[in-house]
């Protein structure tokens, strides 16, 4: 199970792929399902084992406005 990361902007999701990068925390970037959020076309997905670590390194940065849905 893998859990999308959305943003209110790119320019969010560029700053969180440059934290995870850096953290080594595994991502991929795919497009944000419509259903889901039209703020952003661009969502951070990851996988479940890695969620908590991701929100949590995220946070410590002081980038906490995403919302995280279950991807099905």
């Known amino acids: 199970?893998?859990?999308l990361f959305t943003f209110e902007s790119?320019?969010?999701?560029?700053?969180a792929e440059e934290i995870?990068?850096?953290e080594n925390i595994d991502y991929h970037l795919v497009p944000?399902?419509?259903?889901i959020s039209i703020e952003c076309s661009m969502s951070?997905?990851?996988d479940d084992?890695?969620?908590d670590k991701a929100v949590a390194t995220l946070k410590?940065?002081?980038l906490d406005s995403f919302k995280i849905y279950e991807k099905k």
């Open 1 to 3: 199970m893998n859990f």
């Open 10 to 15: 790119i320019h969010y999701v560029m700053i």
């Open 20 to 22: 995870l990068k850096a």
């Open 32 to 35: 944000t399902p419509e259903t």
């Open 44 to 46: 951070l997905e990851v």
């Open 49 to 51: 084992t890695l969620k």
């Open 60 to 62: 410590d940065k002081g």
